[in-house]
């Protein structure tokens, strides 16, 4: 895992398919990620779980999440975008919707440091689950 840093704000890569496993990310957090970067091929009729398994992500990990996706089609699948930027407490703070589109939002690293603070969760994790 390569972490990197971002105006700031320590970030880490992920594909789309990770999503669907947080140990990844958490290991990420541990490392000291604060910002998600996330590109994705994620198709409509998974839609829902696009939406549902970026927000736990931020959730989780207290962390922001800045996930990009494509829109149109290719001769299998229709993509529905949906690229989003998600704050720590899990709120869409900028959302494509279905269009090719640039969204902004300001990412602002002490917000995840006094969310970490004021409800430090992260202080919990158990270390023998994640070797």
Not at 67 to 79: A, E, F, H, I, Q
Request: hydrophobic content about 45%; aromatic content about 10%; proline content about 6%.
């Amino acid at each position: 895992l390569a972490l990197f840093p971002l105006q700031g704000i320590t970030a880490a890569p992920f594909i789309c398919y990770d999503l669907r496993f947080p140990e990844a990310f958490r290991s990420a957090t541990r490392k000291g990620a604060q910002l998600f970067c996330v590109i994705a091929n994620w198709p409509r009729a998974r839609e829902s779980h696009w939406i549902t398994l970026n927000r736990a992500r931020a959730i989780e990990n207290q962390a922001y999440v800045a996930c990009v996706n494509r829109t149109g089609s290719d001769p299998k699948l229709n993509y529905s975008g949906r690229s989003m930027i998600i704050d720590p407490r899990g709120e869409v703070l900028a959302d494509a919707l279905s269009s090719e589109c640039i969204i902004s939002a300001e990412v602002d690293l002490n917000t995840v440091l006094d969310w970490r603070r004021d409800f430090p969760a992260l202080n919990d994790m158990r270390p023998d689950l994640l070797k």
